[in-house]
Every structure is written in C-alpha cells, then in structure tokens.
C-alpha cells in the first residue's frame, strides 16, 4: 500500500467531512457542534448496524440467516468512517490523526500505537491526581484516542476485505448520498 497516497486521501476524506458537517450544522439551525457524546453515539449505532449486516459472521444459533449483503456493508462501513471523522474533527486532532497515523498493516504488528489509557501502571493517589488535572496530559489522551480510533479503524476496515482504497471509494459514495439528503429533506 502507498503511504503517501493513503495518507492524502485520508486527508481529502477529513475535508469533505469539515464541509459535510459544516453544511448539516447550516441545515439544522445549530450554532454550536453537536454534543460529543451524540456523535460517539451515532458511531456506536452505525457500528451496531454494521455488526448486523455481519450477522450470518457470527450468529451460530439460527440457520436463517440472511446472507452477506457486501453493498451493504460497504454502506454502513462507510457510516462508520463517517462519524468516526466526524469526532475527530470536531475534538481538533485531525492534524495530529493525520501527522501520526500508518497504514502499514496489521496493528499486531504495530509498534507505533501508545500505551493504552487503561494498560497504565498504577500510580499512587498524587500521581493520578496531578495527572488528572494537567490539561497537557488530557489533551494527549484526547489525542492518542482520536489516533487509535482511526487505527483501529483502518485495521478493521482491512479485517472486512477494504484494504484503504476500497475504504475511500465507500467514503466517497456515501459522501455524495449525505449531501443529497443534506440538499433534500432528510
């Protein structure tokens, strides 16, 4: 895979959706992003739709089980991708995501990918309270998660059979349905 060029398409990838979420914010009379938490969980029910067209991936316990729609799939994936930029964007680590991120593979083979926030040693009660409060700190969690998000992603996106190109293509068609219904009356 082309590091540079994946790297620029991910970047056109952010830009379009800047100015798509731009647009719906103009449509909905919002003056003020939306919420966090509502786009992290729009992203946590396009997962939930995704997971359901793998459903036949998984569900062993009933035999009629409707079979892999892959236009489907691209779709919801595409959904996926969409408010995952979407949340990048809005926190302000699009520039860091994109400075940072590799497409080199399998994060098993990672080596680049920070410490998970969780995987931290214990540290004693000062030490977590100093680190609580330095804003220096959140802002590189922050940073990191949005990284790791994308990583991640890309990773998943290539486990489905969308090595970055196919991703961007998907991107790209679901884009164009957005803004149609952003023109419409979605």
């Known amino acids: 895979m082309n590091e540079e060029k994946s790297k620029k398409m991910l970047a056109v ?5 800047k100015a798509y979420d731009q647009a719906v914010l103009e449509k909905m009379g919002m003056s ?8 992290v969980l729009a992203l946590i029910d ?3 739709e995704l997971n359901h067209e793998l459903k036949s991936d998984w569900c062993y316990w009933k035999k009629s089980q409707k ?7 691209g779709e919801e994936l595409a959904d996926v991708w969409h408010f995952a930029l979407s949340l990048i964007c809005y926190t302000g680590c699009d520039k860091y ?6 497409f080199d593979g399998s994060l098993t083979n990672r080596k680049d990918l920070p410490i998970s926030f969780y995987e931290t ?9 100093r680190r609580y409060f330095d804003m220096s700190v959140v802002c590189v969690y922050i940073q990191n998660s ?13 486990r489905l059979g969308y090595d970055f190109d ?5 991107y790209w068609r679901k884009n164009e349905k957005n803004w149609d219904r952003v023109r419409g009356n979605y």
């Open 13 to 17: 990838m952010i830009e379009k959706q």
């Open 32 to 39: 003020k992003p939306p919420k966090m938490e509502n786009i």
């Open 46 to 48: 396009e997962m939930g």
């Open 67 to 73: 079979q892999k729609d892959k236009i489907a799939i």
């Open 97 to 102: 995501v994109l400075k940072k991120i590799q």
């Open 121 to 129: 040693r214990i540290l004693d009660k000062a030490e977590t309270i």
């Open 146 to 158: 949005a990284y790791l998000m994308i990583a991640h992603l890309i990773d998943f996106s290539a």
């Open 166 to 170: 196919k991703v961007y293509i998907e």
